[in-house]
T-cell receptor
Framework: KAGVTQTPRYLIKTRGQQVTLSCSPISGHRSVSWYQQTPGQGLQFLFEYFSETQRNKGNFPGRFSGRQFSNSRSEMNVSTLELGDSALYLC????????????FGPGTRLTVL | QQQVKQSPQSLIVQKGGISIINCAYENTAFDYFPWYQQFPGKGPALLIAIRPDVSEKKEGRFTISFNKSAKQFSLHIMDSQPGDSATYFCAAGSAGANNLFFGTGTRLTVIP
């Protein structure tokens, strides 16, 4: 069974631009969670989507948004990019019940110049 | 505020030795404690997880010890191997939500 895939793997943007990241979960998984990983803050939860609905949200500004499609694929959007948004963005999928094991993708490395 | 505190930040162990990483939490609502292993350029991969109804869980060379009263849990890697060199993250979650709170990570180096 294929793992979680994320595209693109690397991205370079400039301040003020917006960016969309994509995540395809493991087949049969209905929950997708997004995390931001930085050297200073570590791994921080952004939000979780289940059945096309945001089920849980972390403490990030409204510039960070997401959505999930009927095939469980998810996208994350960051608008008006700031230098501090440079990070590794990870998505994790799980079957869908709360507490199910989360399987992480390889991440998208975003650099904001 | 860091919900899960992890130590040490880095650890160097000789091949065959025991690696021990410690984590502590404050939120008593946490009831799921996974450990993830991350290699450079890869996403975190689940290593082993424990729930508070048991005090210890062992899978191969990896053991989680859990102390509910002290709100602490630790990962022991027995017979550490160079291939274990990676960054290890502890995490905590609650039954009410699917978001995990991660520790800051421990970079483990196993010297041959």
């Amino acid at each position: 069974k294929a793992g979680v895939t994320q595209t693109p793997r690397y991205l370079i943007k400039t301040r003020g631009q917006q960016v969309t990241l994509s995540c395809s979960p493991i087949s049969g998984h209905r929950s997708v969670s997004w995390y931001q990983q930085t050297p200073g803050q570590g791994l921080q939860f952004l939000f979780e989507y289940f059945s096309e609905t945001q089920r849980n949200k972390g403490n990030f500004p409204g510039r960070f948004s997401g959505r999930q499609f009927s095939n469980s694929r998810s996208e994350m959007n960051v608008s008006t990019l700031e230098l501090g948004d440079s990070a590794l963005y990870l998505c994790a999928s799980s079957l869908g019940s709360v507490g199910d094991t989360q399987y992480f993708g390889p991440g998208t490395r975003l650099t904001v110049l | 505020q860091q919900q899960v505190k992890q130590s040490p930040q880095s650890l160097i162990v000789q091949k065959g030795g025991i690696s021990i990483i410690n984590c502590a939490y404050e939120n008593t609502a946490f009831d799921y404690f996974p450990w993830y292993q991350q290699f450079p350029g890869k996403g975190p991969a689940l290593l082993i997880a424990i729930r508070p109804d048991v005090s210890e869980k062992k899978e191969g060379r990896f053991t989680i010890s859990f102390n509910k009263s002290a709100k602490q849990f630790s990962l022991h890697i027995m017979d550490s191997q160079p291939g274990d060199s990676a960054t290890y993250f502890c995490a905590a979650g609650s039954a009410g939500a699917n978001n995990l709170f991660f520790g800051t990570g421990t970079r483990l180096t196993v010297i041959p």
